[in-house]
Nanobody
């Protein structure tokens, strides 16, 4: 019922930056949390960063200090600013949304975008 559309992925050299965007539409509740998951081939889907409707944030340890999540509630859009990218960041990145608090498990998120590929070359 909530549609999520990601953009901003691509190929970047190690040390570079990307900014991912996720625009939400449809039946959006006021207390939605939004987040970004990554999934590399052969690995489980992992929460990278998330933000609540009130601005509380979560970051995976390996991206702390490099990535910043933000949201524009007026535009129903969440962003992931990715700096100092490394080859280990290469993955498909998915936007997700759920009502209420941030959860680590992907099974507890109800809406998903189609994904955007991030590839970091060395």
């Amino acid at each position: 019922q909530v549609q999520l559309v990601e953009s901003g992925g691509g190929l970047v050299q190690a040390g570079g930056s990307l900014r991912l965007s996720c625009a939400a539409s449809g039946n959006i509740f006021s207390n939605y949390a939004m987040g970004w998951y990554c999934q590399a081939p052969g690995k489980e889907r992992e929460l990278v960063a998330a933000i609540t409707s009130g601005g509380k944030t979560y970051y995976k340890d390996s991206v702390k200090g490099r990535f910043t999540i933000s949201r524009d509630n007026a535009k129903n859009t969440v962003y992931l600013q990715m700096n100092s990218l490394a080859p280990e960041d290469t993955a498909m990145y998915y936007c997700a949304a759920r009502g209420g608090a941030i959860q680590v498990s992907p099974g507890l998120w109800t809406s998903w975008g189609q994904g955007t590929q991030v590839t970091v070359s060395s």
